[in-house]
């Protein structure tokens, strides 16, 4: 691949005509009376450049927005005509609780939902195969579809997106399926993406989540995809995931270029199933971690959408401009927060999110301070929002698109990041691809030794960690704050209600449904997920789903190495 494609402008017209096909996209986005100006009364314009032909190098790397290579945003106007969607994890104790938690969220400012089940759904199991005190401490108990329900009662789901944490086999997309149904709202209208659905992610660096082997995961994403692409055609399906990447100690070039080799294993296997790179990739999705090193996350986001946008048109032959975009959520770092002074993670949140905002993601989670020791509580959820709707709307960070474009130190990091990312592609190719590599320990022992390599230089003191190795303060009252536990008595509610929901579901329909969805899995050419949606629409749970298909094809071991 090289470094700098320039027939992508080389093939057009001159600069005054790219620039004319800007403005244009751009104010079918955004009225052309919209004016903008900063405190001094100066009025600023959505887009800088230099002057024709002062600078041919930043026309054959950047171009414009929402064209070429995307090196400066995806879409023509972007946040000066559509902000990023602010989607605020939130998961606690019993499905009641979520939704009084959302619909605060919603009214503070969130423009979109994102779901975190309990970690006992993350394991595959029902909350009555677990010890109750384990239940809803990290996120919402969620086993049917009358939980997903109660969680999203009162929320118009067919109006507003919603991120869904669900591994693989993707049990809470069923049951939201199943509850749209109840509510006579079209599956085209249910918009979203399956957050977690990167199953190689998990095996590499977040082994809780797997709940089936690596060969069975791979074949029921295939599945997933396949199905939703003609069941809900405005569901992403897909977002490969660098956050548990780098947060298991990925450096922020090695975390993009595993993440990008991950997309091609997925449209790689999309490809063999017979799908057009051309359709299904216009719902592959990312999802990334923003560390504190704010030039550093800029120039990885520019790099990783110029590296994508030409390695589709390469590898697949992908000629549709949406196919290109790399849309990406991103949350700030959870690694990056301290237990020590913890009140320090609000300014951290805030670096963070500048960084990805001026990097151009689609969608933001901004942590609140507290997220070190548990999901966060009510008080710190406000705060992260808060923050987004700060920088939003008083530090003007939407009024201009790309700002840093044109930065000799931007520039030449976002130029030297792309050629670590290339790199660490190429390092996946040799190794036959990511599912290899990964088979083979080989992403996880590079992982594993950048993780030692930073951890070494903050022990050494090299990197300094405000509150942790430098600037500590004994006095410091504030190093744990008050964390809500569950209601036991209300946990035991919940056990008890799943029970009455066993006992009151037609039994004879559920056991049908599972052996249905068993014969898929075993078969060599069924899909597996349109049974799973069925089995759900009978009253199965999630644990019994997951039980099934453990059965089949084969429960997830660790993949790591010493």
């Known amino acids: 691949?090289?470094?700098?494609?320039?027939?992508?402008?080389?093939?057009?017209?001159?600069?005054?005509?790219?620039?004319?096909?800007?403005?244009?996209?751009?104010?079918?986005?955004?009225?052309?009376?919209?004016?903008?100006?900063?405190?001094?009364?100066?009025?600023?314009?959505?887009?800088?450049?230099?002057?024709?032909?002062?600078?041919?190098?930043?026309?054959?790397?950047?171009?414009?927005?929402?064209?070429?290579?995307?090196?400066?945003?995806?879409?023509?106007?972007?946040?000066?005509?559509?902000?990023?969607?602010?989607?605020?994890?939130?998961?606690?104790?019993?499905?009641?609780?979520?939704?009084?938690?959302?619909?605060?969220?919603?009214?503070?400012?969130?423009?979109?939902?994102?779901?975190?089940?309990?970690?006992?759904?993350?394991?595959?199991?029902?909350?009555?195969?677990?010890?109750?005190?384990?239940?809803?401490?990290?996120?919402?108990?969620?086993?049917?579809?009358?939980?997903?329900?109660?969680?999203?009662?009162?929320?118009?789901?067919?109006?507003?997106?919603?991120?869904?944490?669900?591994?693989?086999?993707?049990?809470?997309?069923?049951?939201?399926?199943?509850?749209?149904?109840?509510?006579?709202?079209?599956?085209?209208?249910?918009?979203?993406?399956?957050?977690?659905?990167?199953?190689?992610?998990?095996?590499?660096?977040?082994?809780?989540?797997y709940r089936l082997s690596l060969t069975g995961a791979r074949r029921v994403q295939l599945d997933a995809i396949e199905w939703l692409a003609e069941n809900v055609p405005n569901w992403n399906p897909l977002s490969v995931v660098g956050q548990h990447m780098q947060q298991a100690g990925a450096t922020p070039a090695q975390a993009m270029g595993l993440t990008l080799a991950s997309a091609v294993q997925y449209a790689e296997d999309c490809k063999a199933c017979g799908l057009d790179p051309n359709k299904f990739l216009e719902r592959f999705t990312f999802f990334f971690d923003i560390s504190i090193s704010f030039f550093e996350e800029v120039a990885k986001f520019r790099a990783g959408r110029r590296i994508w946008a030409r390695l589709v048109e390469e590898r697949f032959g992908v000629t549709n401009p949406r196919a290109k975009r790399f849309k990406f959520h991103a949350q700030t770092s959870g690694v990056d927060l301290t237990r020590q002074q913890p009140l320090n993670n609000i300014a951290r949140v805030a670096v963070q999110a500048m960084a990805g905002i001026l990097g151009g993601l689609q969608s933001l989670h901004t942590d609140g301070y507290d997220e070190v020791f548990t999901t966060p509580t009510e008080g710190p959820a406000k705060v992260a929002i808060a923050t987004q709707n700060i920088l939003k709307y008083e530090a003007g960070l939407c009024d201009v698109i790309d700002p840093l474009a044109g930065s000799y130190y931007v520039e030449t990091l976002t130029d030297q990041m792309e050629t670590e990312i290339l790199r660490v592609i190429q390092e996946i190719d040799d190794q036959g691809g990511m599912f290899k590599a990964v088979e083979s320990g080989f992403v996880q022992k590079a992982i594993g030794e950048s993780a030692a390599h930073f951890q070494d230089a903050v022990d050494t003191g090299e990197q300094i960690i405000v509150g942790v190795n430098a600037y500590e303060d004994e006095a410091d009252g504030t190093s744990h704050p008050a964390i809500d536990r569950p209601d036991p008595a209300w946990i035991q509610k919940q056990i008890d209600s799943l029970a009455v929901y066993k006992k009151t579901r037609d039994q004879a329909r559920v056991d049908t449904a599972l052996e249905a969805l068993r014969a898929a899995a075993r078969s060599e050419s069924q899909n597996t997920y349109g049974p799973l949606v069925d089995a759900t629409r009978t009253g199965a749970t999630q644990g019994e789903i997951i039980a099934v298909l453990r059965d089949e094809l084969g429960f997830g071991r660790p993949l790591v190495v010493a």
């Open 1 to 209: 691949m090289n470094k700098i494609d320039t027939k992508v402008l080389d093939d057009r017209a001159d600069r005054d005509a790219m620039a004319e096909e800007w403005r244009r996209g751009y104010e079918e986005q955004v009225s052309s009376d919209k004016v903008v100006k900063n405190r001094s009364g100066l009025e600023i314009q959505p887009l800088y450049w230099p002057e024709a032909g002062t600078d041919p190098e930043f026309d054959r790397k950047l171009g414009f927005p929402g064209a070429g290579l995307m090196t400066r945003g995806i879409y023509p106007s972007m946040h000066r005509g559509r902000t990023w969607t602010q989607r605020q994890l939130i998961g606690l104790g019993r499905p009641e609780d979520f939704n009084g938690r959302i619909k605060k969220i919603l009214k503070s400012g969130a423009s979109a939902l994102s779901i975190i089940p309990c970690n006992s759904v993350y394991r595959g199991i029902d909350a009555d195969e677990v010890e109750p005190e384990l239940l809803g401490t990290c996120g919402t108990i969620i086993n049917t579809e009358k939980d997903m329900d109660i969680c999203l009662a009162d929320i118009p789901i067919g109006e507003i997106s919603i991120g869904l944490n669900d591994p693989n086999p993707f049990t809470m997309l069923a049951q939201l399926l199943v509850v749209a149904e109840a509510r006579d709202i079209s599956w085209d209208r249910i918009t979203g993406t399956s957050n977690q659905s990167d199953y190689i992610s998990h095996f590499v660096a977040n082994h809780m989540f």
